[in-house]
């Protein structure tokens, strides 16, 4: 058994490349990376969304007060409507004649002095149509008629004309009185009823009042929630700009710190370019002959001495091309080329590639079979 090894030694400075690959590759990840400089980080709260927040926290419940100042408004605006009964009742009481003397009568609202101021009256009255009738006397005195039938007809018209007067003074004055009565009673019924509306009024202001704080309380909820919602979409602006800033220094960090990594790996694939340059060594083995081909070999050496011109035949294919190297007679060799294949069969001075060719030759000489190829 043959055994042939060839060995090429790499070149210089593909040695020392590879060499220099190593020492950086052992000192490069011989250091644990600061993975800590591009870690995942969450942008903090913007100011505005931490008052949005405060805002919220307080807001929560801060329609409260208005609903019970509603409240309080719808209390109070039933008990002054409740105020209103009695008025209506009072009116409803002047409403009738007003006879009588009870409690609502026309005479209750005449004035308490009425009789004494009648009374006064028709004294001075009486005492003024005294002094006249004395007068009448005097004057039939002075004219010698006193006690005479004149002077009694005078006497008892002027009694008559003064009980006259008397009476429609009296008349005037309970007239009078009357009528003040009614009026101060109409005026009371009037009074009822105006205010009966002003504490009706009283009780729809309250209850207006109440629907105005109610009314507060759906609108400060309503302006904070606004309020809330601004600063909450302006913040997260600011937040995901500040999210965006984290996240760009976050690559910058990972770029740089792997970039040695990159350099490197560039570094060892221009390396890897110059792998024919590595050299090596390539072993080949070759078999023993067998038994068959040692004696193949000594046919074809029996061959030779036979036929002395074996080695001038040649096997000539169609669109092949012949040419004789070596010169003519038996110690030439013809070759056979095909495509970019060279076939020289040898002859029997050792000159052939193999018992194989010999065989061939051998086996087909003097023989013109019809097929692709002729043998001369």
Same mark, same amino acid.
């Given at each position: 058994?043959?055994?042939?090894?060839?060995?090429?030694?790499?070149?210089?400075?593909?040695?020392?490349?590879?060499?220099?690959?190593?020492?950086?590759?052992?000192?490069?990840?011989?250091?644990?990376?600061?993975?800590?400089?591009?870690?995942?980080?969450?942008?903090?709260?913007?100011?505005?969304?931490?008052?949005?927040?405060?805002? +919220?926290?307080?807001?929560?419940?801060?329609?409260?007060?208005?609903?019970?100042?509603?409240?309080?408004?719808?209390?109070?605006?039933?008990?002054?409507? =409740?105020?209103?009964?009695?008025?209506?009742?009072?009116?409803?009481?002047?409403?009738?004649?007003?006879?009588?003397?009870?409690?609502?009568?026309?005479?209750?609202?005449?004035?308490?002095?009425?009789?004494?101021?009648?009374?006064?009256?028709?004294?001075?009255?009486?005492?003024?149509? +005294?002094?006249?009738?004395?007068?009448?006397?005097?004057?039939?005195?002075?004219?010698?008629?006193?006690?005479?039938?004149?002077? =009694?007809?005078?006497?008892?018209?002027?009694?008559?004309?003064?009980?006259?007067?008397?009476?429609?003074?009296?008349?005037?004055?309970?007239?009078?009185?009357?009528?003040?009565?009614?009026?101060?009673?109409?005026?009371?019924?009037?009074?009822?009823?105006?205010?009966?509306?002003?504490?009706? =009024?009283?009780?729809?202001?309250?209850?207006?009042?109440?629907?105005?704080?109610?009314?507060?309380?759906?609108?400060?909820?309503?302006?904070?929630?606004?309020?809330?919602?601004?600063?909450?979409?302006?913040?997260?602006?600011?937040?995901?700009?500040?999210?965006?800033?984290?996240?760009?220094?976050?690559?910058?960090?990972?770029?740089?710190?792997?970039?040695?990594?990159?350099?490197?790996?560039?570094?060892?694939?221009?390396?890897?370019?110059?792998?024919?340059?590595?050299?090596?060594?390539?072993?080949?083995?070759?078999?023993?002959?067998?038994?068959?081909?040692?004696?193949?070999?000594?046919?074809?050496?029996?061959?030779?001495?036979?036929?002395?011109?074996?080695?001038?035949?040649?096997?000539?294919?169609?669109?092949?091309?012949?040419?004789?190297?070596?010169?003519?007679?038996?110690?030439?060799?013809?070759?056979?080329?095909?495509?970019?294949?060279?076939?020289?069969?040898?002859?029997?001075?050792?000159?052939?590639?193999?018992?194989?060719?010999?065989?061939?030759?051998?086996?087909?000489?003097?023989?013109?079979?019809?097929?692709?190829?002729?043998?001369?």
């Amino acid at each position: 058994m043959a055994i042939t090894q060839q060995r090429q030694d790499p070149s210089k400075i593909v040695g020392q490349l590879g060499q220099d690959y190593a020492t950086q590759l052992t000192g490069l990840t011989s250091v644990p990376l600061d993975t800590s400089k591009f870690a995942p980080s969450v942008a903090a709260q913007d100011p505005l969304q931490t008052q949005a927040a405060s805002l +919220a926290a307080s807001g929560v419940g801060g329609y409260q007060p208005y609903l019970s100042q509603a409240a309080t408004y719808g209390t109070q605006a039933g008990t002054t409507m =409740g105020g209103v009964s009695p008025y209506i009742t009072g009116a409803a009481a002047l409403t009738g004649p007003g006879a009588g003397t009870g409690a609502g009568s026309i005479s209750s609202y005449m004035s308490p002095y009425q009789s004494q101021v009648i009374d006064a009256t028709l004294s001075d009255f009486d005492k003024q149509a +005294a002094i006249r009738e004395q007068a009448i006397s005097d004057a039939a005195v002075g004219v010698g008629g006193y006690g005479g039938g004149r002077h =009694g007809v005078l006497e008892s018209e002027y009694q008559t004309q003064s009980d006259k007067n008397r009476a429609l003074l009296h008349a005037q004055m309970l007239n009078q009185g009357f009528g003040q009565g009614a009026a101060l009673r109409q005026q009371d019924y009037t009074n009822q009823l105006g205010l009966a509306g002003a504490q009706a =009024g009283l009780a729809s202001g309250q209850l207006g009042l109440g629907t105005y704080q109610q009314g507060l309380a759906n609108l400060v909820p309503q302006l904070a929630g606004g309020d809330i919602g601004t600063l909450s979409q302006i913040g997260d602006i600011q937040q995901r700009q500040e999210q965006n800033i984290l996240d760009a220094q976050r690559q910058a960090n990972q770029m740089a710190a792997m970039e040695p990594y990159q350099r490197l790996g560039t570094y060892g694939q221009g390396i890897a370019q110059l792998a024919p340059m590595m050299g090596g060594t390539q072993t080949a083995i070759t078999p023993d002959p067998t038994a068959l081909q040692t004696a193949l070999g000594w046919t074809s050496v029996l061959g030779g001495i036979m036929n002395p011109n074996i080695g001038t035949q040649y096997v000539n294919w169609p669109g092949q091309t012949t040419s004789n190297q070596g010169g003519g007679g038996q110690g030439g060799g013809q070759t056979t080329v095909q495509g970019d294949q060279t076939y020289n069969p040898g002859n029997i001075l050792g000159q052939r590639q193999s018992p194989i060719d010999d065989l061939w030759k051998l086996t087909r000489g003097g023989i013109n079979p019809s097929g692709p190829w002729t043998m001369f």
